[in-house]
Nanobody
């Protein structure tokens, strides 16, 4: 397993940008799919996107497609969520996760503690 720590959250105005890094400990980071999810206030946690172990493949939720970008640096054991054109409805606690992908299903094995992103209108 890996241990994950997100950072970079904060308050931003609508239309602005934030980058969230998620640092992983452990020597097997490059073998994991990495994902991002978020939990808006009073709502269920929702999938934001994922990136394959090599970084060659990314998947995004429709709500963030074209605005958010996931990347990873396996040499630094870090995955990033770049968020542009932020909207008030992007306000949430953002979590990164490490896991495996089995065809059409993710199995997330480790989660970070989350970082708060607040977008003001």
């Amino acid at each position: 397993q890996v241990q994950l720590v997100e950072s970079g959250g904060g308050l931003v105005q609508a239309g602005g940008s934030l980058s969230l890094p998620c640092a992983a400990s452990g020597r097997t980071f490059s073998s994991y799919y990495m994902g991002w999810s978020r939990q808006p206030p009073g709502k269920e946690r929702e999938f934001v996107g994922s990136i394959s172990a090599s970084g060659a493949r990314t998947v995004y939720a429709d709500s963030v497609k074209g605005r958010f970008t996931i990347s990873r640096d396996n040499a630094r054991n870090t995955v990033y969520l770049q968020m542009n054109s932020l909207r008030p409805e992007d306000t949430a606690v953002y979590y990164c996760a490490a896991g495996k992908y089995y065809g059409a299903t993710y199995k997330w094995e480790s989660w970070g503690q989350g970082t708060q992103v607040t977008v003001s209108s």
